[in-house]
Nanobody
């Protein structure tokens, strides 16, 4: 399984970026996919989750991004997106996508809930 995260870059505060997580060797709609981020010196933080299609593709967001970020999935392209609007300086981090076909209770906000990880893409927001 390979996850390819892309779309990171540098943007001014208030701007937008869209991250993509393309998968090969695994059908993302059969599992739950999450976005996490990690800033220098900090722990990996949950950003957003989209559940498998069989569970209604429910979404969940971390408190710090709720209302600004949107996670979605294009089943035809086997890709999960993270649309990030109204970016803030504190959104600066390396963003990772992850996926699993494990069926776990709860919101799946822990890194240990996921099986496969992409390589990360850097988002830098200047104030």
């Amino acid at each position: 399984v390979q996850l390819q995260a892309s779309g990171g870059g540098s943007v001014q505060a208030g701007g937008s970026l869209r991250l993509s997580c393309a998968a090969s060797g695994r059908t993302l709609s059969r599992g739950t996919t999450g976005w996490f981020r990690q800033a220098p010196g900090k722990e990996r933080e949950h950003v957003a989750t989209i559940r498998r299609a069989g569970s209604g593709s429910g979404t969940y967001y971390g408190d710090s991004v709720k209302g600004r970020f949107t996670i979605s999935r294009d089943n035809a392209k086997n890709t999960v997106y993270l649309q990030m609007n109204s970016l803030k300086f504190e959104d600066t981090a390396v963003y990772y996508c992850s996926t699993t076909e494990r069926h776990l209770a709860g919101l799946m906000t822990r890194p240990d809930d996921y099986t496969y990880w992409g390589q990360g893409t850097l988002v830098t927001v200047s104030s």
